[in-house]
């Protein structure tokens, strides 16, 4: 049974890892897809997090008000404390940098931030109108805070950084332990960025091959 599916894994690693120049091009992103993984371990030293920001900054989002903010963590003391709210995941610890995502939960305030910034005030009707009949403001712009994650992500893997994006944290010590329970910002997802660490085994890679359905 083993040997059945180390071939099934090898089957799939020639059809997904091989990477065919005339597909990618001379790009690196395309090429950096397969190595980068959800890495568990970090090794120690500082990594440069000025590109990732810049990444995470110039994300897309809904209307361009960026309706989360995001803290980037380097200190250590901090970090020892946000393990324990983060069900004590060494990541958080290991990590050079820590990245939380917060979603803004008072939309509405965040659109007069924008326009403000902007002049853009012949958007705001319309920006207003649409937040206002949105199901759940908050989960809408928690899910603009994850289309910054990927660019975030997609950054570290083009520059070589390791990275793990991560959801196991408790929200409300998060909040206490960064004295945010009085603001409207909610943490959703996190993401540790640091040294690539090779001594530890990593599960072997694996993508469903019939994820896309095409239609023609």
């Known amino acids: 049974m083993e040997d059945f ?9 020639n059809k997904y ?3 065919k120049n005339s597909l990618i091009g001379s790009g690196s992103f395309l090429k950096n897809l397969i190595w980068r993984r959800a890495e568990k371990h ?7 997090i000025e590109p990732i920001k810049y990444a995470i900054i110039n994300a897309p989002s809904s209307y361009g008000i960026q309706p989360f903010k995001v803290f980037a963590i380097t200190n250590q003391d901090l970090k020892i404390k946000l393990k324990e709210a983060c069900f004590n995941q060494t ?17 509405e305030k965040r659109i007069n931030e924008y326009i403000g910034k ?31 994650l990927g660019f975030g992500m997609a950054a570290a893997m083009e520059l070589n ?14 909040r206490k332990i960064l004295k945010l329970e009085n603001t409207d ?24 091959d019939d994820l896309i359905i095409d239609f023609r």
Request: with cysteine.
């Open 5 to 13: 599916y180390e071939k099934k894994y090898l089957k799939y690693k």
């Open 17 to 19: 890892n091989t990477v």
């Open 42 to 48: 970090f090794s120690p030293g500082p990594v440069n």
């Open 91 to 107: 990541q958080i610890e290991e990590s050079h940098c820590l990245f939380i995502f917060f979603a803004i939960g008072n939309l």
């Open 118 to 148: 902007t002049d853009f005030t012949d958007k705001k009707e319309s920006m207003i109108s649409y937040v206002r009949k949105l199901p759940c403001p908050l989960e809408w712009a928690k899910m603009q805070a994850y289309i910054a």
């Open 161 to 174: 950084i390791a990275s793990c994006p991560m959801e196991g944290f408790k929200p409300d010590e998060v």
């Open 185 to 208: 910002l909610h943490p959703c997802v996190l993401l540790t960025v640091g040294n690539k660490k090779n001594d530890y085994l990593l599960e072997k890679r694996f993508r469903f």
